[in-house]
């Protein structure tokens, strides 16, 4: 952020007119879904960060539409547009990040788990696609279940040779962009201040705020804890009863992935101190994946935050043995998916 308002100032100014449209770094960043509720959103937020050279766009559906308005944009990067399944390696060569938000959202009644049959195998012909043309590339996978499409991703990599665990991550950043609103609007707090990590996964009970690790540190009664969890683990929900079959959560989704994104690109341009959660291949339970913070650097996650899940208390670590089976099943259900496929 401080980066984006001294480019902008210096470009009002015209103090460093050596930066003109040029991009302060050089990354390329892919968005597979673009033509949708989150990749507009999201492709209009990537489109101001100044360390992005170029911005891709790919859908199934027409993306020139949106990649000639966001153009227009006097921002670095330069916006380009790929339309169909014959375009997608193309628009994946030499990128950086690539973001999935491609797949259908809920409606009304459903769980996330409602949506693997179709998101599945979008996933799963995306990531092939990735491992062909940029397998070096940040991972970051949006579509839904994220529980089950992010160990799909992991078994398409494997079977193409080219996994990173270190480069493959589930977007869990709105649960963390939520529980931050929710606390500070509860306890009054500043809300740019507010940082609360979510470990798990991303799923009802799966979404697992560690409150008691919530900076600064702040107490909460009984009541308060369970209050905030259960509307942290149903704020998606809440989202998708308010839009009534128009989709679910667009907005407040883009603009966590651009966070995650800025963050990645961060980090891979040498800053020292980037730290997301995010839902990865994990040693911190026994279950191959979960979320937790992690430490970003030039080659991915550096570091899992180990000490996140030290020191919990009863109803934390009640709710952290309560999630496991169903975290359990649907990381299953997804390497399943790809391991059975003839
Ligand atoms: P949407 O229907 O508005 O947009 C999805 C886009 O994906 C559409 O433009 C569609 O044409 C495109 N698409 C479909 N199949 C494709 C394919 N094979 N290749 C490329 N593009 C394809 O949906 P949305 O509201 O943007 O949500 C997208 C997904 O993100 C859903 O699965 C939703 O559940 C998920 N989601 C995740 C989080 C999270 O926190 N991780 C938050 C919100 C939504
Ligand atoms: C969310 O948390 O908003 C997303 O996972 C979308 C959904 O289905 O709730």
Do not use: W
Not at 21 to 36: E, F, N, R, S
Request: aromatic share 6%; charged share 20%; net charge neutral.
């Amino acid at each position: 952020a401080l980066r984006g308002s001294f480019a902008l100032k210096a470009q009002k100014a015209n103090q460093r007119p050596q930066y003109g449209l040029q991009p302060l770094a050089t990354y390329k960043v892919a968005i597979l879904g673009a033509d949708g509720g989150i990749g507009q959103p999201l492709a209009l937020l990537i489109k101001m960060s100044p360390l992005v050279s170029a911005l891709n766009l790919y859908d199934i559906e027409n993306v020139k539409g949106v990649a000639a308005d966001l153009s227009h944009c006097n921002t670095p990067s330069q916006v380009l547009d790929f339309t169909g399944a014959s375009e997608l390696g193309n628009c994946l060569k030499g990128v950086n990040v690539v973001v999935i938000p491609a797949g259908v959202p809920r409606k009304p009644g459903m769980t996330r788990d409602d949506l693997f049959n179709i998101n599945a195998n979008i996933v799963k012909t995306l990531v092939e696609a990735v491992a062909d043309n940029c397998p070096d590339a940040f991972i970051h996978i949006i579509s839904n279940p994220v529980n089950s499409t992010v160990p799909i991703a992991a078994e398409v990599l494997k079977q193409k040779g080219v996994y990173d665990p270190k480069k493959l991550f589930g977007v869990t950043t709105l649960d963390v962009v939520r529980a931050n609103t929710f606390v500070a609007q509860k306890k009054n707090l500043k809300i740019i201040d507010v940082d609360v990590p979510v470990v798990g996964g991303h799923a009802g009970i799966t979404i697992l705020p560690l409150l008691s690790k919530t900076k600064p540190s702040v107490s909460f009664t009984d009541e308060e804890v369970e209050q905030l969890t259960v509307r942290i683990q149903n704020a998606g929900t809440e989202v998708v009863e308010a839009k009534a079959g128009a989709g679910s959560a667009t907005l407040s989704m883009a603009y966590a992935a651009a966070r995650f994104v800025e963050s990645s690109l961060r980090a891979l341009d040498g800053d020292g101190d980037v730290y997301e959660c995010s839902f990865v291949q994990s040693d911190l339970t026994d279950l191959p994946f979960f979320a937790s913070r992690i430490k970003l650097g030039r080659k991915g996650i550096e570091a899992l935050v180990r000490s996140d899940l030290a020191g919990l208390s009863e109803y934390e670590e009640k709710a952290l043995e309560a999630l496991k089976p169903e975290l359990k099943a649907s990381i299953e259900k997804g390497i399943a998916f790809v391991q059975n496929q003839p």
